[in-house]
């Protein structure tokens, strides 16, 4: 790993390339690495051992948790919140406002994201503002948001809709009430939130 730059002293515990910028005071935790022609303003909020690819822009209201891979040509605009370990694929989107005109400010009508902890946006989604995509859910590429997800969703198509069920691995589970993982045999069990949408529930190991 090359030393610090000309946007990093010694004592910080982050390492940005000398093409990326900065803006102080921002959070950047231990570890976090931020590549080439990435820019992080002033306020903005990110984790440990988290990694910024090239041209990533992350906002002055923009939160990432610790763990966060972010690919190349991601924008976290403000009100973008990520949890710990989320993986954003390259030129995946992110807006904060759901009917934007150039000629009409609308700072005061930002809409917030959450995405929750370890879930996977594929590449060249979009994610439409103001929903919650829960933990471990798997958003594939080119899918659009349009909804809240459920934790251990995968959501695929435009719109996008949930189609199955992804392990915490990362591995699509079977059908059925009880699917197991067949790659590291975590189960889970179907269920139904308040509003009696389905969702999935991993069984405590036995």
Same mark, same amino acid.
């Given at each position: 790993?090359?030393?610090?730059?000309?946007?990093?002293?010694?004592?910080? #515990?982050?390492?940005?390339? @000398?093409?990326?910028?900065?803006?102080?005071?921002?959070?950047?935790?231990?570890? &976090? !690495?931020?590549?080439?022609?990435?820019?992080?303003?002033?306020?903005?909020?990110?984790?440990?051992?988290?990694?910024?690819?090239?041209?990533?822009?992350?906002?002055?209201?923009?939160?990432?948790?610790?763990?966060?891979?972010?690919?190349?040509?991601?924008?976290?605009?403000?009100?973008?919140?990520?949890?710990?370990?989320?993986?954003?694929?390259?030129?995946?989107?992110?807006?904060?406002?759901?009917?934007?005109?150039?000629?009409? @400010?609308?700072?005061?009508?930002?809409?917030?994201?959450?995405?929750?902890? %370890?879930?996977?946006? %594929?590449?060249?989604? &979009?994610?439409?503002?103001?929903?919650?995509?829960?933990?471990?859910?798997?958003?594939?590429?080119?899918?659009?948001?349009?909804?809240?997800?459920?934790?251990? *969703?995968?959501?695929?198509?435009?719109? #996008?809709?949930?189609?199955?069920?992804?392990? !915490?691995? #990362?591995? !699509?589970?079977?059908? *059925?009430?009880?699917?197991?993982?067949?790659?590291?045999?975590?189960?889970?069990?179907?269920? !139904?939130?308040?509003?009696?949408?389905?969702?999935?529930?991993? @069984?405590?190991?036995?």
């Amino acid at each position: 790993m090359a030393g610090p730059t000309s946007n990093q002293t010694a004592s910080d #515990g982050y390492w940005a390339h @000398e093409t990326a910028v900065v803006d102080q005071p921002a959070h950047i935790g231990d570890g &976090t !690495r931020i590549w080439h022609f990435s820019h992080v303003m002033a306020g903005a909020r990110i984790g440990a051992r988290c990694v910024l690819g090239q041209n990533v822009f992350v906002a002055s209201r923009a939160v990432l948790g610790d763990g966060c891979k972010i690919q190349n040509n991601v924008s976290l605009y403000d009100d973008v919140v990520l949890e710990a370990d989320v993986f954003v694929a390259p030129s995946a989107v992110f807006t904060n406002v759901n009917n934007p005109r150039a000629f009409i @400010e609308r700072k005061n009508e930002y809409r917030t994201t959450l995405v929750g902890r %370890g879930a996977s946006i %594929g590449a060249n989604a &979009t994610v439409v503002c103001g929903h919650r995509i829960g933990q471990y859910a798997f958003v594939g590429a080119g899918a659009v948001v349009t909804k809240d997800v459920p934790a251990y *969703g995968l959501v695929l198509g435009v719109p #996008g809709r949930v189609v199955g069920w992804m392990c !915490r691995c #990362g591995v !699509r589970l079977p059908s *059925g009430e009880t699917p197991a993982c067949a790659s590291c045999a975590q189960k889970y069990k179907h269920g !139904r939130d308040t509003s009696g949408a389905d969702i999935l529930l991993p @069984e405590a190991p036995t």
